[in-house]
């Protein structure tokens, strides 16, 4: 089952903040983020393996929590080439590899 | 590393043809898996192969669409017939490895259904 994304597009300033979230029914082993450029295949950002651990990458961070089967995405002082579509996946709990990704959050980061 | 090789990487066909999509995955990778991506339905999971076997095939939408891996470095997707709604992206990404290791996306096929 897909996990679910929110929101589903997100227009802002550079410099400005946005979270993305992402929840699933299942329960989870990991929570993975991608984004994809225009014309481009997804691109890896981070993996969240069970166990309410948070990451990050530059300004770029997630959290996850696993008793309530979510992860959110954190964006902070926004730049231009942030834009894309941001993708959750997730690995449930039992389904060995099996990554199923959410509809994607369109994040739009304006000059 | 050359990363995920997709070929081609657009087809454009007439309803009715046979379609072959072909992946090869990065060298050392064990488990290969494709996605179709559309606007309607986002990046939906087909079939995976895990030491070149079909471990679940739930996503394959119809009989129309089959897929195999006959060693660890190539694989293929074929539809047939095409209809035009098979139109989408089709993405080949393989994985070393768990869960825990990130998928590596080839460059993807658009496809046309005319």
């Known amino acids: 089952q897909q996990p679910v994304q929110s929101p589903q597009a997100v227009i802002l300033r550079e410099g400005e903040d946005a979270v993305i979230n992402c929840s699933s029914s299942k329960a989870l082993y990991s929570v993975h983020w991608y984004r994809q450029k225009h014309g481009e295949a997804p691109v890896f950002l981070m993996i969240?393996?069970?166990?309410?651990e948070q990451k990050g990458h530059e300004k770029i961070s997630a959290s996850f929590n696993e008793k309530k089967q979510q992860s959110s995405l954190y964006l902070t002082a926004s730049q231009l080439s942030y834009s894309g579509t941001y993708f959750c996946g997730t690995v449930s709990s039992g389904s060995a590899r099996q990554l199923t990704f959410g509809s994607g959050t369109q994040l739009t980061v304006l000059p | 590393d050359a990363g995920v090789i997709q070929s081609p990487r657009h087809e454009v066909t007439e309803m009715g043809q046979e379609v072959t999509l072909r992946c090869k995955p990065i060298?050392?990778?064990?488990?290969l898996f494709w996605y179709r991506q559309t606007m309607m339905r986002g990046l939906e999971l087909l079939i995976y192969?895990?030491?070149?076997?079909?471990?679940?095939d739930s996503g394959m939408p119809e009989d129309r669409f089959s897929a195999k891996m006959p060693n660890a470095s190539f694989s293929t997707l074929k539809i047939q017939p095409s209809e035009p709604r098979d139109s989408a992206v089709y993405f080949c990404?393989?994985?070393?490895?768990?869960?825990?290791?990130?998928?590596?996306f080839g460059s993807g096929t658009q496809l046309s259904v005319l």
């Open positions: 990404a393989s994985i070393q490895g768990q869960n825990n290791e990130k998928l590596f």
């Open positions: 969240l393996l069970k166990g309410g």
């Open positions: 192969f895990n030491n070149n076997v079909p471990i679940d």
């Open positions: 060298s050392g990778h064990n488990s």
